[in-house]
């Protein structure tokens, strides 16, 4: 059979109804639930957007180990200690075994991590915020890395690509130990004292609504809708932004946790209880809880933390761990 993606002999390559036919073909293939194995039988389109999905995770990936490493200064024991090197151990190896899929797409991550203007890092915005305290770091675990195993876990169940799902494998597993790990300390501290239940509730204060925003736009102003159509992910970002509040709610309401969602008898379900987007102030880990639109959102949260750029550059000259050391 002739590969999806060939252009035939024409020097110029497809024309624009030659590609359309291209793309419809790779298409029906997907929606008949086939999953692809060579680099070879995608589509340029559906390479464009395996590379563009593979580059982002990646880089920012590497962006989490300078953030969990701001938690070790104030880790209680070496158990503490262990435990946050460990997680940024990982997160390198999350960046490692992602940043070499996006090679297999010509992705230069050399270049990208170390080389590439700082201004163009992408990241989940409270990845540029530091960690108060050992306390926040395990909330950040219960809720946040439950977020992210959500976002991770749909590309390894539902990826059309069969690399990208194995890839993920690994780092779902590790992604899962995080969050049980945050889970534990988050209720041992719950439990322990006044002052570190307070320093709990605290943390669920700053962070809950970052898990919020984590799935991005709502699906009807989402820019990629094309993830979906071509099955690089098969959950839309309402779907999981709900199964993570689901999730998030029951964990903290177990506990007592005040979180900004009530459980809506008539729907059987947590809904949220908190105006939806709002701005932050990064520098006074402060929510506003005034309404903005998504625009206003996500123009703000393009600026960066405190940690942009000065934690990029400690990485690029290589002494961003030395307190590991």
Not at 118 to 144: C, D, H, S
Not at 155 to 169: G, K, N, Q
Not at 264 to 276: A, F, I, S, T
Request: net charge negative; hydrophobic share 40%.
């Amino acid at each position: 059979m002739a590969k999806t993606a060939q252009s035939g002999s024409n020097p110029a390559g497809p024309s624009d109804e030659e590609q359309n036919a291209i793309e419809a073909a790779i298409l029906e293939r997907i929606e008949a639930g086939e999953i692809f194995e060579d680099l070879d039988d995608l589509s340029p389109k559906f390479r464009a957007i395996l590379k563009m999905t593979a580059d982002l995770a990646a880089v920012s990936e590497v962006s989490v180990l300078t953030w969990a490493y701001t938690a070790y200064r104030t880790a209680p024991d070496i158990g503490a200690k262990i435990a946050v090197c460990a997680t940024i151990l990982d997160e390198v190896g999350h960046a490692y075994h992602q940043g070499l899929l996006a090679e297999r797409f010509g992705v230069d991550m050399h270049q990208r991590a170390f080389e590439d203007d700082i201004e163009t890092i992408w990241t989940w915005p409270i990845m540029e915020v530091p960690l108060r305290n050992y306390i926040e770091f395990v909330v950040m675990q219960a809720l946040l890395d439950r977020a992210g195993l959500h976002w991770t876990k749909d590309i390894e169940l539902h990826c059309s690509f069969a690399p990208y799902r194995r890839t993920l494998r690994k780092v779902n597993f590790e992604e899962g130990f995080h969050m049980r790990h945050g889970a534990f300390w988050t209720e041992f501290y719950w439990n322990h004292s006044e002052e570190t239940r307070e320093w709990v509730q605290k943390a669920v204060d700053w962070l809950f609504p970052f898990g919020v925003m984590w799935f991005g736009k709502p699906d009807d102003l989402r820019n990629r809708p094309d993830m979906l159509k071509y099955r690089v992910r098969g959950w839309g970002n309402d779907f999981m932004r709900d199964k993570w509040l689901q999730s998030a709610s029951a964990f903290c309401d177990k506990l007592g946790i005040k979180i900004p969602a009530k459980f809506d008898q008539e729907k059987n379900k947590w809904v949220l209880d908190m105006p939806y987007p709002m701005l932050y102030d990064a520098e006074n880990y402060q929510w506003s809880w005034e309404q903005c639109t998504q625009k206003e959102y996500w123009s703000h949260s393009r600026k960066g933390g405190p940690m942009r750029p000065g934690a990029y550059q400690r990485l690029r000259r290589e002494e961003w761990g030395e307190a590991l050391w």
